[in-house]
């Protein structure tokens, strides 16, 4: 019932709408019939028959509003259960009472049990292991969108049974939301499956799925640690790429066995529909392009050869992704033999092998003689198109005709059997399926695989004397070259993967001697790990094993040597790469080296979260960011800055996806970015420079200059190191650079950090110095020097291709007069004052743009790139296609953008890729003070260095321009202002 539920009322004095309608009513009965009204109302609603109520005695006390009992209490209704009250609420407003419950998720994975039935049984997978033989570990490279993740997708095809779609476009190495979204792969996935070659073989193979992306080319570096082979996947219409070349120079530089794909055939035949002898000319000109690469990097004809790659070597594929289908010659050549001899069965059998060899190149068949011909035949063609492309495009060309019945007397000839049902499948299905029924399983694939890929018994001798830091003749680097499951544990980790519930990492090594076990205990040796410096080392247990397969791993106990593990347990001790030996191995322990990338870091951001209160949360997610991304660097500024630097602005925003979403579920508010300077010099210091120690018994005289060309790249690629022997590298700077003897022998260090594009030469003369005491504190002044190359003067960016020399010293005999605290800081503070003396100038990264467009817009990329400080380099029509390919370099500080504005210039027509090249100066003097920089106004050219650096100062909390005090000692100001010469004409 209602509280104020109306009264009843007579419906014969009532109308429809509640007007009284009844007889009229004296004046006097309308205060009493009002009175009765409200009295029969109060009845009503008082007296209900459903509520009975107990009058209790009535009592005249004052009962407090507070005090009143209007509903019974907890415990009387419920007298068993426990009552608790909360008296104060300490949960935030913004906190839902029931939270719900959230499972962060890494990308998409199965379930283990929900894992899907493959061809092969897992048992069998892992008993494979154990026989080193028959195991492969390949990296699948290539450039963007060429194909590589469908490919492995059609061997994932093959050998998984879970009611597989052949036309539904999933791929199992696509396990990121993120990836899915973008349709590109920006993590290397790692794959290992069973597959039979041609003679039904079994081979255990890993794979390892690459991004195509070159600001994800650090994937690809972490990925050929730890193969012996690249099988790179080419797109045959697009041709070599900018990546494509990058990475074929670093397979070669690691040592790695190279397989080629020429991957989308099919385009050649249905989108650009060129003639089979037109198609044969495409195909060999994409193969020369490819060889004459692998010349220019080996610049030796027998080198080059031994690595040439040709379909009659059997290291070349041929295949349509998409298509689903792949062959070899050997596999081609197997189809015409098998039936051949089927039908032939008097005649001799033909070899497969022997016919494969004469399917490529300039070879003839004569019809008439029957034989194979090096010479032209009139009206003969050569037989890779007589005898390969002609049957490809009659087979393509009779599936998306709209006769069935000539395409089911074409399948019945070439032995294929199709249903009625299949036949009446659209154009796109049934073409798939005819090529995937014709060409079967990828068997070529595997023997091309197997027959050029060494097996990890094979390459393990070459593979340790390319990655072991160590001495060759050590007890650990013999064990890794017989790559024994019996030997001592070793393990080269070189990536990270999140778990699904981004709680730990999984580890990503490769055993390369021992057998590792769950729950053993191990050392986890780190990338600063060194016999006289053991800080970097801790001991771990290994918590869990498994056998990566994309979307889901197999868990074993155990994994010998010659494979790839992920590995639980030691994630909290390694940072990028590390090695893992047993606690108690009975060697000296050395690590494997560090991973060298073949692009730099150069674009940063700065990160902070949106509610200050949750920087922990921001930090844990930085620490895990660095951890995923091996090229990836975070860094926090003198200002408080929190920055990230990536190689370009994708990598950047993946990174920023992973911080936001993956790891830490926070708002994080991010700069524009910018990009990291370097700073050099282009003159010979004008002054000799001197800086005294605090307790004036030690003084430093320094003098600075440009290197030569080449020497900054020589070092940084490994060309040259201080490892060497003094006397190659004496004899590297004499024969390559022409330096004088006494400055080749007399180097004493590359830096920053020994590796770094700067050189320390000490040119002191014995009959000037005592040069036993200078090298007394020759550590110290190297330290300096790090320190001065590590930040330099101008805006603490890194000092680039500076050779400094050290032309007088004086050095106290005492050595408490000459420690550490005294020689370290004035060895910085003379360098720096060498270097403001010889002309410093900024430098800035440069980017090498690869656009591919039709010719009508190469007039709007002109003009979009001139707009950037962009100047071309190369502009030339790409063969068998209609497009152009334009080169140029654009500054990476100007390139923000670019790829967007380009689109819109071209409606969407052109297409780029940018990868870091080279440094260039920037124009302008950075201590020019006559230049008035304008806010809120782009700087005119020569104002450009200036402009970058004293922005560069704000924004790190730096005073606005260098202060000489700083970096002069008073005594040198104090003699240049004698002599009469302005500083300013120096800096």
């Known amino acids: 019932f209602h509280l104020f539920a109306p009264a009843p009322m007579d419906e ?14 004296d004046d006097d009965s309308d205060s009493a019939s009002y009175e009765d009204d409200w009295r029969a109302r109060e009845e009503h609603v008082m007296e209900p028959e459903t509520m009975i109520v107990e009058q209790e005695p009535h009592s005249s006390a004052i009962v407090l509003h507070e005090d009143k009992k209007y509903y019974p209490d907890a415990e009387e209704v419920y007298p068993d259960a426990e009552v608790l009250v909360q008296e104060e609420d300490t949960q935030a407003l913004s906190e839902p009472i029931v939270k719900p419950i959230k499972v962060k998720k890494a990308g998409l994975s199965y379930k283990p049990e929900n894992f899907p039935p493959t061809t092969f049984s897992k048992e069998y997978m892992v008993e494979m292991m154990r026989t080193p033989h028959l195991v492969r570990c390949v990296s699948i490279v290539g450039h963007l969108h060429h194909g590589k993740t469908s490919f492995v997708q059609t061997l994932v095809d093959q050998t998984h049974t879970d009611d597989v779609n052949i036309f539904k476009e999933v791929k199992y190495t696509d396990t990121r939301f993120d990836e899915r979204e973008r349709g590109m792969s920006i993590k290397a996935t790692p794959m290992s499956l069973v597959l039979p070659d041609s003679r039904g073989k079994s081979f255990l193979v890993h794979f390892l799925d690459t991004p195509g992306h070159v600001n994800f080319s650090d994937e690809v570096t972490a990925s050929l640690r730890l193969s012996d082979g690249a099988v790179i996947v080419l797109d045959v219409v697009e041709g070599v790429m900018i990546n494509t070349e990058r990475l074929l120079r670093h397979a070669l530089q690691e040592g790695l066995s190279i397989s080629l794909v020429l991957n989308k055939i099919d385009r050649l035949v249905l989108e ?16 020369d392009s490819v060889n004459q690469i692998i010349l220019d990097f080996f610049q030796d004809e027998e080198k080059a050869f031994e690595h040439k790659l040709s379909p009659e070597r059997g290291n070349v594929l041929f295949a349509s992704a998409t298509g689903g289908w792949s062959f070899s010659l050997p596999t081609y050549a197997q189809i015409y033999t098998n039936r051949y001899n089927r039908f032939a069965k008097s005649k001799k059998p033909v070899d497969s092998r022997a016919f494969a060899k004469r399917l490529w190149g300039d070879k ?32 393509y060309s009779h599936s998306v005709s709209e006769s069935r019945e000539e395409l089911k007397e074409l399948l019945r000839e070439v032995g294929v059997s199709m249903t009625k049902e299949e036949l009446q499948l659209d154009v796109k299905p049934l073409v798939k399926l005819v090529m995937i029924r014709f060409f079967g399983d990828a068997t070529g694939f595997v023997d091309m695989i197997t027959e050029n890929v060494p097996s990890p018994e094979a390459a393990a001798q070459r593979k340790v004397e390319h990655t072991f830091s160590g001495p060759m003749n050590c007890e650990m680097a013999l064990a890794a070259s017989k790559c024994s499951s019996s030997g001592p544990l070793i393990v080269h980790v070189s990536k990270f993967y999140p778990d699904d519930t981004v709680t730990y990492f999984n580890a990503l090594g490769r055993v390369m001697s021992g057998t590792l076990q769950i729950g053993q205990n191990v050392k986890v040796l780190g990338e600063h790990y060194s016999l006289e410096d053991e800080e970097d080392m801790t001991l771990q247990v290994i918590e869990g094993l498994s056998i990566g397969e994309g979307m889901y791993t197999i868990d074993v106990d155990n994994v010998p040597a010659g494979n790839w593990v992920l590995i639980k347990g030691i994630d909290a001790s390694i940072v990028k790469t590390g090695t893992i030996v047993s606690d108690r191995a009975p060697f ?34 930085i620490r895990k960011i660095n951890k995923t991304y091996p090229l990836c660097t975070t860094k926090v500024e003198e200002s408080g800055e929190h920055v990230i630097l990536g190689t370009g602005e994708i990598y950047l925003d993946s990174v920023m996806y992973d911080l936001r979403k993956t790891f830490t579920e926070i708002e994080v508010k991010v700069s524009d970015p910018v990009v990291t300077f370097c700073e050099t010099v282009v003159e010979t210091s004008s002054l000799k420079c001197f800086a005294e120690t605090p307790n004036k018994e030690n003084k430093l005289t320094m003098i600075a200059q440009p290197l030569e060309p080449g020497i900054a790249e020589d070092i940084e690629n490994e060309r040259v190191s201080m490892k060497w022997e003094k006397k190659d590298i004496r004899n590297f700077f004499q024969e390559k650079y022409q330096w004088d003897i006494l400055s080749a022998r007399n180097i004493w260090a590359f830096g920053p950090d020994s590796t770094g594009p700067n050189i320390l030469v000490n040119d002191c003369l014995p009959s000037e110095v005592n040069i036993s005491l200078l090298n007394t504190v020759k550590d110290h002044v190297v330290q300096g020097f790090d320190w001065a190359a590590r930040e330099g003067p101008l805006c603490e960016e890194p000092i680039r291709n500076v050779k400094f020399e050290i032309v007088h010293a004086s050095i106290a005999s005492e050595p408490i007069l000459r420690a550490g605290n005294q020689i370290i800081p004035t060895s910085r503070r003379v360098a720096y004052s060498a270097f403001l003396t010889a002309k410093p100038r900024l430098m800035e990264p440069i980017y090498l743009v690869d656009i591919i467009s039709p ?22 029509k790409k063969e068998g296609s209609p497009f152009y390919t334009v080169r140029a370099y654009i500054p990476v500080i100007d390139s923000f953008g670019f790829e967007t504005d380009m689109r819109a ?44 650096m004293v922005k560069t100062r704000r924004r790190k909390g730096l005073s606005e321009d260098v202060s000489r005090n700083k970096f002069f000692d008073e005594d040198l100001l104090a003699r240049i202002e004698s002599m009469g010469i302005d500083l300013n004409s120096y800096m």
């Open 12 to 25: 014969d004095l009532y109308d429809e709408f509640g007007t009284y309608i009844g007889p009229d009513i």
């Open 272 to 287: 650009l529909k060129l003639p089979p002898q037109d198609a044969y000319y495409k195909i060999k000109h994409v193969l």
């Open 364 to 395: 003839y068949f004569d019809r008439d003689t029957r034989r194979f011909s090096n010479q032209p035949i009139p009206g003969a063609q050569r037989t890779f198109v007589e005898f390969v492309l002609e049957p490809l495009y009659k087979l």
């Open 588 to 621: 000296d322990s050395y690590i494997f080296r560090p991973l060298r990338f073949n692009t730099l870091s150069v674009v940063k951001i700065a990160v902070e979260p949106l509610n200050p209160s949750e920087l922990p949360k921001m930090l844990d997610g």
């Open 855 to 876: 010719p009508d817009t190469i007039t709007a990329i002109y003009n979009v790139l001139s707009r950037r400080r962009g100047h071309i380099i190369e502009e030339k």
């Open 905 to 948: 210039h071209s409606q969407g027509q052109a297409f780029c890729v940018s990868v870091f090249h080279h440094w260039d100066i920037v124009p302008g003097d950075p201590l020019d003070r006559s230049i008035i920089l304008r806010p809120l106004e782009d700087a005119p050219t020569p104002h450009l260095a200036r402009d970058f």
